[in-house]
């Protein structure tokens, strides 16, 4: 698990370095602008149904959608930053969900191998896979992007880069790549805190989800 975890946790950190903080997009904003003020349904395109006492009844799902208030900007600076977290949050929060889903399925299918070489000939076929994947679409990012990023898989794992390095590697290495974070202004212990410095782009993150933005 070594290396998958080191190419998917520490790829965007390693390959943006001197990757700066997000604190920017929450300053100067309203801080009761981002509060929900009402909550609708949104139902799906297509339904499934049963038939009961001759009747066709249509089976729903339906979804939560949040709807926020507007916000209000201080100036044409904030405005603009916003706008950019909007921007990317579109490109970076596909990547986090693959991410997360990746280590998921991947540690659950190793569960299922007989032993540890057929696990680690699943982990070698991976990494393979995983650097010719990934490696050309995080070179891309931008140095807020790479950080965004990080902080988008603590939200869909509910779990700091550091402790999920820590958790599969130890805590030696976990330091060690915290320790090289840290030389460009960085940490891998950072949480997402939705309801604290990363409220704004959490609002950002439900906005792109529901297809509003």
Request: proline share 4%; hydrophobic share 40%; with cysteine.
């Amino acid at each position: 698990m070594e290396r998958l975890i080191i190419i998917l946790l520490t790829l965007a950190t390693l390959l943006s370095s001197g990757i700066k903080a997000q604190g920017y997009y929450a300053s100067n904003i309203s801080s009761n602008s981002d509060t929900p003020v009402s909550t609708i349904f949104l139902m799906p395109n297509v339904y499934p149904a049963v038939v009961l006492e001759g009747d066709t009844v249509a089976c729903m799902w339906l979804n939560d959608f949040i709807k926020y208030s507007p916000l209000t900007f201080r100036t044409t600076k904030d405005q603009i930053a916003y706008t950019k977290l909007l921007r990317d949050v579109k490109k970076t929060l596909p990547y986090a969900k693959e991410i997360a889903a990746i280590i998921l399925e991947t540690y659950e299918y190793m569960e299922t191998l007989p032993n540890d070489k057929e696990r680690q000939k699943h982990l070698n076929r991976m990494e393979k896979d995983l650097k010719d994947q990934y490696t050309p679409k995080m070179k891309k990012l931008t140095r807020s992007q790479g950080q965004l990023l990080i902080k988008l898989v603590d939200r869909e794992t509910n779990s700091s880069s550091y402790h999920i390095i820590d958790a599969f590697m130890g805590s030696f290495k976990a330091w060690t790549y915290n320790l090289f974070a840290g030389m460009f202004g960085n940490s891998l212990k950072v949480r997402y805190n939705p309801y604290g410095e990363d409220r704004i782009t959490e609002r950002a993150c439900v906005l792109v989800e529901q297809g509003a933005v």
